[in-house]
């Protein structure tokens, strides 16, 4: 990736917004949402207010990676969430660029790992009545030059590494963005022509610990197995004592 942004060749369709500084990226979507014409990416240097899953709080000092796109999916709920594998695989295809996919993994169901380490994440917000999404926000943040320290992550999750600690390449934002937006458009195209199951497919074939024994913590209870697929509905599938069982939302520990 150059530190020279030629904006040649980014999506059709697609609008972005790049502004300073923000509290997040996510917010300011909410904001923006109604008065975007189409799927547009919201890119921010800063961010004061970072979060990420279930709340927490996400840190994004200057020169690391934050973006949000908003689009209006027109479909179901449950549909849109699958739009996570679609940014996983995006964001696999924008850090391969720059460092041995070999180290690159998957983690269900909205992480990044790189070198077992995690590097990127996701987060999902839709808004819609009766079932339907109208519109869809996906939150995406890259340690690119600096990441939390093991004391600001919770115990026992995947320790936070920099994309600076393993490749030489400079980033800038905007050069990270052009990437990644022009991933997502590509296999945003294939999830509308034929659906989740080729995306499922490429996920799996990069998903980190399958075959191997985790534990999902759903929040009412720990369930621990061997992780044999992800199925039909983006749904972790673990193998236990007692049977298999379907996960559709947790954190996951190895």
Not at 119 to 131: C, K, P, S
Not at 158 to 164: E, I, T
Not at 236 to 250: D, F, N, S
Request: a negative charge; hydrophobic letters at 45%.
């Amino acid at each position: 990736m150059s530190t020279d942004i030629d904006w040649t060749g980014w999506p059709d369709g697609y609008d972005r917004i790049i502004l300073d500084e923000v509290d997040s990226t996510m917010a300011e979507a909410a904001r923006r949402a109604p008065s975007l014409a189409g799927p547009t990416w919201i890119l921010a240097r800063r961010q004061t207010a970072a979060r990420g899953r279930r709340g927490r709080a996400w840190a994004n000092p200057e020169g690391n990676f934050a973006a949000t796109l908003v689009m209006q999916p027109n479909g179901p709920a449950d549909q849109a969430a699958l739009r996570s594998f679609v940014a996983s695989l995006a964001l696999y295809d924008t850090l391969r660029k720059v460092v041995d996919a070999r180290q690159l993994a998957l983690k269900w169901p909205n992480d990044v790992l790189l070198a077992g380490g995690k590097v990127a994440g996701i987060l999902l917000e839709a808004q819609g009545a009766g079932g339907a999404a109208d519109r869809l926000s996906i939150g995406i943040g890259i340690n690119l030059i600096s990441a939390p320290a093991p004391a600001e992550v919770e115990p026992g999750a995947v320790p936070p590494v920099a994309l600076a600690d393993y490749s030489q390449a400079k980033l800038p934002a905007q050069g990270v963005l052009f990437e990644l937006a022009c991933a997502f458009a590509e296999w945003e195209t294939r999830f509308g022509q034929f659906g989740f199951d080729p995306v499922r497919r490429m996920w799996l074939s990069k998903a980190a610990r399958l075959g191997e024994v985790i534990t999902a913590c759903t929040g009412r209870e720990d369930v621990t197995g061997t992780f044999e697929t992800v199925d039909e509905a983006g749904n972790l599938i673990l193998k236990t004592a007692q049977g298999r069982r379907a996960i559709a939302a947790a954190d996951i520990y190895f």
